[in-house]
């Protein structure tokens, strides 16, 4: 009875451990399946359950290797940063696959992904990783400043050299290194503040929030060991190609009404409706660990002394929209933002005036947009907007 006891829970841990490669189940269901191969197998005759676990295994082996020789993961992305998501297990948060170099013509934006409505806009993308699995183009090099933030920071649908830490060197000479993560705010300041300490980077970082995602409130989920064992055994080719056919399901199968479009001289332009709401929301709560994230960086660590509010792509373009188009408010987030800055050693830059302000003349002079039209995205004119004004901050002239 022992001998059975001990090979159901081996055959348990070691079918567990295939299951968790396929990156696609969440930690509770392998524990469930865990429990259930364990009593199965206990009550199988102990060949039975040793061959039906090396099965399942060597089936696992065969399709990762199918997969990886065949380059089917890479192949069905619809994004660079789809494909080269990958879990550190050591902080507990998703950067991107290190020392990776990549080219892929990315069909489509976010927007036209979700709606067939909207013309997707084709686009060629180069996108290169540093050691630290970030996006840097030099590697680990020695920066005069260091960009902290999400997506616009990582670049999200545009290729490496149209990154604000890229046309910083390119356009002024400055180098900066690029701290940028596509999880939540808690997430990049965490990251920024293990970097500073283990590599000893300058302290001289500013901090991008954006208006549509980075002032909800934060995950207070846990990673515990387990689920950071599960997460990163999914960092292989066959986990990456089947996250992409999940987030494919989800955006096909998502609401048309997710995305609104607005018209600007007769062409119409997509907007993200969840990106609407938080531009005319009126009132806005700060969740408290918002001012701790903050704090840590500029007061504790010294690491932050600016903090530039990214709008929304409807804010900037509002004063382009015609009359169709709803008002769009005064932000309380910029509020907000600015009263903590009141308590804190930070100041705040506001990118909207900027931005609007390149909007008018692009568009005015040459029909041209800041964002990509099929993406909730800035492309490089956008980019160049905030390479500018970290430039005068790095100057000192703001």
Wanted: hydrophobic residues 50%; contains cysteine; glycine residues 6%.
């Amino acid at each position: 009875m022992f001998k059975q006891v001990l090979i159901g829970v081996v055959c348990a841990v070691v079918f567990s451990t295939a299951l968790a490669v396929y990156g696609f189940f969440k930690v509770h269901i392998i524990g469930y399946a865990l429990a259930i191969w364990a009593v199965a197998c206990m009550f199988m005759r102990r060949n039975i359950a040793v061959y039906i676990t090396s099965a399942f295994v060597m089936t696992t082996f065969i399709l990762w290797g199918v997969v990886t020789a065949g380059d089917f993961a890479e192949k069905n992305a619809a994004t660079p940063e789809q494909y080269l998501a990958e879990y550190n297990s050591e902080l507990a948060l998703y950067s991107f696959a290190p020392d990776r170099h990549m080219r892929m013509e990315q069909a489509a934006g976010l927007l036209a992904r979700i709606d067939q409505r909207i013309e997707p806009v084709a686009r060629e993308i180069t996108f290169v990783t540093d050691p630290n699995g970030l996006r840097n183009s030099n590697g680990m090099n020695t920066p005069a400043v260091l960009l902290i933030g999400g997506s616009f920071i990582v670049g999200n649908g545009n290729t490496q050299s149209a990154l604000v830490s890229d046309i910083l060197k390119q356009d002024y000479n400055v180098a900066a290194y690029n701290i940028a993560t596509l999880g939540s705010l808690d997430e990049q300041v965490l990251l920024a503040l293990t970097l500073m300490k283990q590599q000893s980077f300058v302290q001289n970082g500013i901090l991008f929030v954006f208006e549509g995602e980075d002032f909800k409130p934060f995950s207070t989920d846990v990673h515990y060991p387990l689920k950071r064992l599960v997460n990163s055994l999914g960092n292989n080719e066959l986990g990456r190609l089947l996250r992409e056919y999940k987030d494919g399901f989800l955006a096909n199968s998502a609401d048309k009404a997710a995305v609104v479009t607005y018209p600007i001289d007769g062409r119409s332009i997509a907007f993200s409706e969840a990106y609407i709401q938080e531009t005319l929301a009126t009132k806005y709560e700060a969740d408290p660990k918002f001012e701790e994230l903050l704090a840590s960086l500029s007061d504790s660590a010294g690491l932050v002394r600016a903090v530039v509010f990214i709008p929304t792509k409807l804010r900037v373009y509002a004063p382009l929209l015609n009359e169709a188009a709803p008002q769009v408010p005064e932000s309380p987030k910029l509020a907000a933002l600015r009263a903590l800055a009141a308590k804190h050693a930070f100041k705040v830059y506001d990118l909207t005036p900027h931005l609007q302000a390149k909007a008018i003349v692009e568009w005015g002079q040459h029909k041209q947009l800041l964002w990509w039209a099929d993406d909730v995205y800035w492309n490089r004119a956008g980019a160049e907007v905030a390479a500018e004004l970290v430039n005068e901050l790095v100057l000192g002239n703001m």
